[in-house]
């Protein structure tokens, strides 16, 4: 029946068939010809979605929208500018550091790389940077907005792996700084070679006044995050503050968004939501019949009858994430590899908070790795750059990341877990 399953998740997939409808389908499809009564198709959906946990992801999917879409994303361009812009390349640190800026607010990879890529992308054209290396880093660096909290990943792991939100976000942290110093370092070896020019001279004075300008956004996470870890409210709850805080900043401070602006975001967050939701609804009965049919446990069993090195075994298990990630969309493959993967890196010894940071960071590289990269796309259309071009310049970033995510699976206490 396994193997049955497999095949028509497949051919759907080859037919271009939605990866929600492709899940469902073929685990319908599987259970039918088992005889399990269809009623539990529908139990399993909604106890899939069934967490009160899940409430932050169309939350905080909403507050990013209303960030991206203001002028929130503009002035912390314009404020990592006046920290990085008087270095030879300095635009190119300035996409690194704003992207992690926006991370900190939007928990979407697809977001982060938007809302750089459209403020950035006509002066580094005017500055005379390469646009499709220009492009690939606003891709790349879009990448650090599942890592750095907030983070609708790591709200759904959490969900699936029954793992605390908040420790979560809080180890996240690191491993997001870490991805953004790589990509830094690889782009001011890329403005040396190129010689890049320098962009803002450093100031206090545009520091300053830049921070000024900044900090109704730069305040959005310290609010989300001091709030969680102080724990005055739960995720769930700073994901509604989170909304609130946006449209206060948004209508009445920068007065950059009107109604019906805030009415086009909540429709565009409408459907990103009931998309992604059905994807974990038909995702949730493919992890209930793996397991029914014990599937998880023998994958785990073959894998260690291949070697008994743990170091050896996670590597394949990195390779398996990174796999997947060129394939399926992340919320997808998580909620398929999770229930499968888990049991095995448990029997090795690793904590499932350390293995979410690893399927976390392993999956946002997939936003990059074609042909689902869906920073890819986000950044060929702010750019009007063919996916081609931006693709061939994607390699030295996608190796740096590559590079962090081995740093997070094999120096777990240098990459923000600290094992309690």
Excluded: C
């Excluded at 997939?13 to 005889?35: C, D, E, K, Y």
């Amino acid at each position: 029946m396994t193997a049955l399953l497999l095949l028509l998740f497949l051919l759907f997939m080859l037919l271009g068939v939605p990866i929600a409808l492709a899940i469902g389908a073929s685990t319908l499809v599987a259970l039918n010809a088992q005889g399990v009564p269809l009623m539990v198709v529908t139990q399993q959906m909604f106890q899939g979605i069934n967490s009160f946990a899940l409430v932050a992801v169309p939350m905080f999917i909403l507050a990013g929208d209303l960030m991206a879409q203001g002028k929130v994303s503009e002035k912390l361009v314009d404020f990592a500018d006046s920290l990085f812009g008087f270095l030879k390349g300095g635009l190119s640190i300035v996409s690194v550091g704003a992207g992690m800026f926006f991370a900190a607010i939007s928990g979407s990879g697809a977001a982060t790389t938007a809302a750089v890529g459209s403020s950035l992308v006509p002066e580094l054209r005017k500055k005379g940077y390469e646009p499709a290396s220009a492009a690939s880093l606003i891709a790349a660096s879009g990448t650090i907005g599942v890592v750095i909290p907030p983070s609708v990943p790591m709200i759904i792991y959490a969900v699936i792996a029954q793992q605390s939100v908040s420790t979560l976000f809080l180890s996240g942290i690191l491993p997001g700084i870490a991805m953004g110093l790589g990509l830094s370092a690889i782009a001011i070896v890329q403005a040396y070679r190129r010689n890049y020019p320098r962009g803002t001279a450093l100031s206090a004075a545009t520091i300053w006044r830049t921070f000024k300008s900044a900090s109704w956004g730069l305040m959005t996470p310290v609010i989300i995050l001091g709030g969680i870890f102080s724990g005055v409210f739960t995720p769930s709850e700073a994901a509604v503050i989170a909304v609130n805080y946006a449209l206060l900043v948004s209508l009445f401070v920068y007065r950059d968004l009107g109604l019906k602006d805030v009415y086009r975001i909540l429709i565009r967050s409408a459907i990103t939501t009931s998309v992604i939701m059905l994807v974990i609804a038909t995702s949730a009965v493919l992890s209930w019949t793996l397991s029914s049919w014990q599937v998880p446990g023998a994958i785990a069993q073959a894998v260690l009858s291949l070697s008994t090195n743990p170091l050896v075994i996670m590597l394949l298990v990195v390779a398996v994430i990174l796999l997947t990630g060129v394939f399926i969309e992340t919320a997808s493959a998580l909620i398929i590899l999770t229930p499968v993967l888990l049991p095995l890196v448990t029997q090795l010894g690793i904590d499932p908070i350390h293995f979410g940071l690893i399927i976390v960071v392993g999956l946002a590289i997939g936003m990059i790795t074609p042909p689902v990269a869906i920073n890819l796309y986000v950044a060929s259309s702010v750019t009007q750059l063919p996916l081609e071009r931006i693709t061939r310049a994607i390699l030295p970033y996608l190796l740096g990341l590559i590079a962090v995510l081995l740093l997070v699976v094999y120096v777990p206490i240098l990459a923000g877990w600290s094992g309690s």
